[in-house]
């Protein structure tokens, strides 16, 4: 899950400022959630999900579909 949503905020060309300011959290708490060194609560995980316009089951690696 970690690398898919790090491969996300890649492809966008995003820092991980920037997507922490859109999802309304610290750069340093998308740091260690994009590390693993923090869990996902499920607010954050529907936040990026909806920012990424995807699914819980993509970024979960359930699935290869992305929309």
Known sequence: ?????????NESNLSQN????????SR???GNYERGARSF???????????YNTS???LFN???DRF
């Not at 899950?1 to 905020?9: G, T, V």
């Not at 529907?46 to 920012?51: F, L, Q, S, T």
Request: charged share 30%.
């Open 1 to 9: 899950m970690f690398e898919r949503i790090k491969a996300l905020r």
């Open 18 to 25: 920037e997507i922490a300011k859109a999802l309304n959290i």
């Open 28 to 30: 340093s708490a998308y």
């Open 41 to 51: 609560t499920l607010d954050v995980l529907w936040r990026i999900a909806d920012y």
């Open 56 to 58: 819980l089951d993509y």
């Open 62 to 64: 359930r699935t290869e």
